[in-house]
C-alpha cells in the first residue's frame, strides 16, 4: 500500500508539472500509513504563460484555417512560378532569320530636331523571313520583334536606329515571311554620316517576353551589310 501511495503522489506532482499550477496547504495529512501521518508543504508551480497577457486564440477557427490555406496556396504557387521558369531558363531562343534589301534611297533633309541643319536620312525597303515557332513553349507570352542600323561614322564608332518593329502574339502566326517592307521609323543620322557608308548592318532581334523570370534579349542569327549610296536623291515620292 506504500509504494501505491508513493506512486500516486508522484502522478500528482508530474500532472502539476503539465498543468502549471498546484497548491497544498502545509501541515495538512490525509492517510496514516504504519501510524506515519506525511505533512505536505505548499507547492506551487505557475506555468510562464501565466504571466502572459496576450488574449488567447483558438486554433481551429474558420479564420486561422482560412490564414492557414492561403499561405499554403501561395508556397504552391511560387514553386510551379519558380519551376516554370528554370525549366525554360537556358533555352537557347537564337533562331535563323532571313533579311534582303531591295531598294535603298538617302536624302538630305533639314532636321528640325537638331540646330537646324540638314542630316542625312535613309529610306529602305526590305524582305524578312523567319520562323519564330521554337522560341515559343509554356512560358512565352510573347515576343517584340525590332530591325535594326548598325554602323560606324567619323564622329561615332557605333550607331544603332530601329527601322521597324512588330509584337507577335502566342497563338499568332510565328512564321513571318514579309516582302516589300518599308522602314517604319525615320533613318535619320545627325550628320552626314550615311553618305557613301559601305558597311550598314540590319540586324533583326527580338525581346522574350515571359509568364515568370526574366526578359532576354536575343539576336537572329542573319544578318545583312549594305552599301549606302555616295549621292542624294532629289525626288519627292518614296
Known amino acids: 500500500m506504500l509504494l501505491v501511495m508513493q506512486a500516486a503522489d508522484q502522478r500528482a506532482e508530474e500532472e502539476s508539472f503539465r498543468t502549471g499550477f498546484r497548491v497544498t496547504l502545509p501541515g495538512t495529512t490525509d492517510r496514516s500509513f504504519n501510524g506515519h501521518k506525511p505533512e505536505y508543504k505548499a507547492i506551487v508551480f505557475i506555468s510562464p504563460s501565466f504571466f502572459c497577457t496576450r488574449p488567447f486564440y483558438r486554433m481551429n477557427t474558420a479564420l486561422s484555417r482560412a490564414n492557414s490555406l492561403f499561405a499554403f496556396s501561395l508556397s504552391v504557387m511560387a514553386a510551379l512560378t519558380f519551376g516554370c521558369f528554370i525549366t525554360t531558363a537556358f533555352k537557347d531562343r537564337r533562331v535563323p532569320v532571313n533579311v534582303h534589301v531591295s531598294r535603298v534611297m538617302l536624302k538630305n533633309v533639314d532636321d528640325f530636331t537638331g540646330p537646324r541643319e540638314r542630316s542625312d536620312l535613309g529610306f529602305i525597303n526590305f524582305d524578312l523571313s523567319a520562323n519564330l515557332q521554337p522560341i515559343f513553349d509554356w512560358n512565352v507570352k510573347q515576343l517584340f520583334l525590332y530591325l535594326s542600323a548598325e554602323y560606324a561614322t567619323k564622329s561615332n564608332s557605333l550607331n544603332q536606329v530601329v527601322l521597324w518593329d512588330k509584337i507577335v502574339l502566342r497563338g499568332e502566326n510565328s512564321n513571318l ?55 542624294y536623291e532629289t525626288t519627292k515620292s518614296y
Not at 178 to 186: E, P
Not at 195 to 207: D, E, G, H, M, Y
Open 177 to 231: 515571311v514579309l516582302r516589300d517592307m518599308k522602314s517604319k521609323y525615320f533613318f535619320f543620322d545627325d550628320g552626314n554620316g550615311l553618305r557613301a557608308n559601305k558597311n550598314i548592318t540590319l540586324t533583326l532581334s527580338w525581346n522574350v517576353v515571359p509568364n515568370a523570370g526574366i526578359l532576354p534579349l536575343v539576336s537572329g542569327t542573319g544578318f545583312v551589310s549594305l552599301p549606302f549610296p555616295e549621292t
